[in-house]
């Protein structure tokens, strides 16, 4: 059974639940009120990011949302996501003392095993960095997850047959035949769901860090959870020890402060908050993660503890942190980081209000576009004879008495302006670190195309380092003392070697011992592979001239090694087994022996293998003298050696020209020559 650190629930202690209850109060008011206009900030953001209107200077008859800011905010997730998960190879396990090494690998194996299979973290990342991006913090909390869910299936019974023997005194025993019955018989099992740590992504509305003068998680002095849970759900966890007192609780909101943020946040999506029936109630739960005083104020013992009320601030749970690192079990990313304030700006915060003159400039736009499409008339009623008449249709007859009683006029067309005003407001946000569009337009050599790609890519991959800092290297070391505390039975997992060869293997709880460092080099490596792509690129072109004289000096180049590590370690992409099949090997065959195959008349192939030049002079004299089968067999092998030397000399001749070239590029200061790599422009993707 997993170790518990004092078990105890303190719920039903009237005077330590009596303080902690006012302790929680007196704290989630105290966030509460200090945190309301920074709640209704979010909420404004919430709306750009649904693109509903929240403040307009311009209200016309046309109303269009240009969705500029969303667009920034699932770009930066894109580049953020592919910048935190490039590769499989994501973190990196370092034993903290030479006893630990033993079991790094199968450790390493574990926790990719349970973020791929079980934790699943990459569906879950794409809202742990949306809340990032558009409110500058996200929380995830790391606790451990078991459930066990009662199912039916089949149960495979063997049975040894056994049959009565009798020994040479006459007595019977009953011995095993060697024989095994297989029996299939249905029952109802009780099979494990869940059981792994968690990566859990909070909600910023419904998680408070007290105080919020506080620079991080670490130093502040607790932080507060706010979530609703069904009624019997609790129940069953007071059957399981985990709370107590849930016989009192009630489904009533009439004192519940975090409604309006549910109703608020619905209302801006259209909806409604959900009709709860009397059959499901619900309950709003406060959790407290933090110090406490377990003693008194003449003896105080203060220690991490874990405190569960409901909205009413009745105590259902109260004791002791119950992990082993006596740490909160949340982290927290941050865009950025300002002393002694804990809460920062996300990316739509300093561009809230061009967003909002984009769409004040859109509507206005369009207004005049509506105007212009549709003229104004101006008419003598003195010299119409029936007003009625004058209306826009096919065939329409206007009875006027002189065609100048009525003129049409449309206002002068300046939607030009409009339009290019909001694309001058576009390239604004666009000038945002991390925002900016690389700019592809012309024809770009390749290696001038990752350079500016890795120089747009800094401010992505700045954050993506101080994510990782904050929240994954961390967050796999809260993982390993989880299943460190809970993992009480073997597990057996498959994984994936380097090679794409599977393989089955064993941890147990003996292998979690050992202390270890944990690094996610997500961030790391997406940087490696535009360096490492570019050097790649660079090295082949210096080699490809180089080839046929290394080939003459009876070397040869592995392209197919290379263009597999290339497309692997430079690009960062799977399936390199399958991008170059190897041909079926050629043999070389030397010339005497050609010759004798030659002079019967059998005809062979030349190989890529041969020495042309050699080959050449071994076959003119038979070419020349043998029979007339051998001639003819000669000939034809003879001139297929004459043809594929001549492709080799034109082609070192090519390939040193293109060197030449490149060298004369690299002293003019990098200009674009013919021969020279290009790529075409290309938007990347997201925008």
Known sequence: MAFRIDDTNHATDDELSGRASEFVKKVMFDCHTKRATLDEKWLSYYRIYRTVFDIKYYNGSVEVYDPQLRKNVEFYVSRLKKALFPTDDLFEVEPASPDADEYAEVVSEHLKWQIEKKIKIKEKVSRFLRQLVMYGWSPVKCVWDREEREIFGLTKIEKVVKQYVYDEFGKKTLQPTGEVTVQWVEEEKKVPIRNNPTFDVCDVFDTYVYPATANSIDEAYGVLEVFRKPLDEIQRKEDEGIYENTASLTATTSEDLFEWKRVSRLAIDGMTAPTELPEIPYITLVEYWGWFNFGTDEKPKIQQAVITTDHAFNVIQLRRNPFYDQQKPYLAARMTEVQNEFYPDGLIAPLASLQYYINDLMAQTFDSLSYTLNPIIKYDPGRVVNLSTIAFAPGAMWALTDPSAAVLESPKDVSGFGFNAINQVKQIIEGYPGVANIPMTGRKAATHITAIQQEYSLPIMDLAENVEEQVFSPWLGMAYIRNQQFLSEEEIFLVTGKKGVKNWQTLSPEMLVGDFFFY????????????????????????????????????????????????????????????????????????????????????????????????????????????????????????????????????????????????????????????????????????
């Open 520 to 687: 996610w080099r997500g961030a790391n490596q997406a940087t490696n592979i535009h360096v490492r792509a570019r050097q790649m690129m660079e090295w082949v072109n210096m080699m490809a001239p180089l080839a046929p004289m290394i080939q003459q000096s009876g070397w040869s180049v592995d392209w197919g090694l290379i263009g597999k590590r290339i497309w692997k370690e430079g690009l960062g992409l799977d399936g390199e087994d399958k991008l170059l099949q190897k041909a079926e090997f050629e043999r070389s065959i030397d010339p005497q022996t050609e010759n004798m195959l030659l002079s019967v008349g059998k005809y062979i192939p030349t190989s890529l293998q041969d020495n042309h030049e050699e080959h050449i002079q071994a076959h003119e004299p038979l070419a020349s003298s043998g029979d007339e089968y051998a001639r003819k067999a000669a000939t034809r092998h003879l001139e297929e050696h004459q043809f594929k030397f001549q492709q080799q000399q034109q082609a070192m001749q090519q390939q040193m020209r293109t060197a030449q070239a490149g060298g004369s590029q690299d002293n003019m200061g990098g200009e674009a020559q013919p021969g020279e790599q290009e790529l075409e422009s290309v938007q990347p993707s997201g925008m």
